[in-house]
């Protein structure tokens, strides 16, 4: 009998921290879209200006995925490139998350603006950086950080962890944990 109890102890105890995560990773896949002139697209959202994102959470591969995004805005892309992979830590809770950074190159489509985005147009990476970075944005600067490695060295995947730390009211902070380093070579 005891070992029965113990075996059903031991099942059920893994059940609850197997549903503890729920099925949600919160995964997020940036696109850095380059046009022929080497820009690059930028959204513009309440909390500033970021690469446009898709959280991915259904069932789609990553390229299906990367693809419908860049269709919203009428643009057929080249193959999506993994460009990085970085950790969040959260100082308020224990589930990780990620962040996935892919680029692609604008193949054809004409450029359009869906509805729900009131500002998207093209920069030069370094300006694009300046945007991401700008002091009264409320976005992670940690997103910013992240696509200027990536632009600056094209190259090389990159991998790197940060800590966000969020306070009552203010904006999240992030403080790198893990230094960028590489994980891979584009091809």
Known sequence: MKQFFVIGFL?????????ETGN???TIQRLIIYNPKGEILLLQHPNGWMTPALRHN????????????????GLKISVPQLQGIFMYLHSDHKKPSFRQHYS??????????????????????QEAIEK????????VDAVGHMTEHILNYPNTIWGGSYMLIKKEGEKTQS?????????????
């Open 11 to 19: 099942l059920l105890g893994s059940l609850v921290f197997s549903q």
């Open 24 to 26: 949600d990773s919160y």
């Open 58 to 73: 259904t069932e789609t591969t990553t390229n299906q995925g990367l693809r419908e995004l860049a269709s919203e805005y």
């Open 104 to 125: 692609a190159k604008w193949l054809g489509g004409e450029f359009i603006i869906p509805e729900n985005e009131p500002i998207a147009r093209w920069f030069p990476p």
């Open 132 to 139: 991401m970075l700008l002091p009264e944005s409320k976005i």
């Open 175 to 187: 403080r790198m944990i893990e230094s960028f380093y590489p994980i891979g070579r584009v091809e």
